[in-house]
């Protein structure tokens, strides 16, 4: 087959796998808690090996405390480190997130920037984290963020292949339109997590089954969750 009708076979493979989903999962969205663009750039630099949930928590407390970027470009090390601790290699964060104030002070009034290139030259921000910015906070279809959750499950459906998130980026933006693409953040990543599991992917309830190319998917084909048995007090 020659490469270029591969390419559509894929591309419409794609299509109709994220119209099914997003009819599966209507409620995906960013699960990090924000109000304004700095707000959901910190908490994105939080995230980094560390789940949305633990960063919700976090979150409030700190920017209770560091409420815009002059503020947070001003923070004590050991203060901040001490807000951050429980989300894990709180050093690392700390000083990324300081760093990342004060660029934003120095070279953009303390606003957060609207261009890829000016972002991915932010301390603490990546391709990954500027994609979740400019498409969650301002509207701006500029790529897929790509974390493990879109890796994983668009190698399993075969809309993607390889373990490189800046390639497989650029196979599913070649795929998907464009003004889909931070929907279809939202949607891999929620599809990772509620159903296409890591080590226990839920096949048998999952929607796209029949179009999924995960080899392995038949022995998770029973993996419904099981329903919870009412107690005694309950049935009677």
Not at 114 to 135: C, F
Not at 176 to 187: A, E, F, Q, S
Request: glycine share 6%; proline share 5%.
């Amino acid at each position: 087959m020659p490469r270029s009708a591969a390419v559509r076979e894929t591309a419409a493979r794609a299509r109709k796998i994220l119209a099914i989903l997003e009819k599966a999962h209507p409620e995906a969205r960013c699960a990090l808690t924000h109000e304004d663009p700095f707000e959901l750039a910190v908490a994105t630099i939080l995230s980094a090996q560390c789940t949305d949930a633990r960063v919700n928590q976090v979150t409030p407390g700190l920017f209770a405390r560091y409420r815009n970027a002059e503020a947070l470009a001003a923070a004590e090390s050991l203060e901040l480190e001490a807000l951050i601790r429980s989300t894990g290699f709180f050093r690392a964060k700390a000083r990324n997130l300081v760093n990342f104030a004060k660029v934003l002070v120095k070279d953009h009034g303390g606003a957060v920037p609207r261009k890829m290139e000016d972002l991915v030259l932010l301390p603490g921000i990546g391709r990954k984290t500027a994609n979740v910015v400019l498409g969650h906070a301002f509207g701006i279809e500029e790529g897929i963020a790509v974390d493990t959750h879109v890796l994983r499950v668009s190698n399993r459906l075969g809309i993607a292949k390889g373990t490189d998130p800046v390639k497989v980026e650029q196979q599913l933006m070649a795929e998907i339109p464009k003004k889909l693409w931070t929907r279809t953040t939202d949607i891999l990543i929620f599809h990772g997590r509620k159903v296409c599991d890591a080590r226990k992917p839920l096949c048998g309830i999952c929607p796209v089954y029949s179009l999924c190319r995960f080899q392995g998917k038949a022995a998770f084909a029973g993996s419904a969750p099981k329903k919870a048995k009412a107690s005694p007090r309950a049935r009677a």
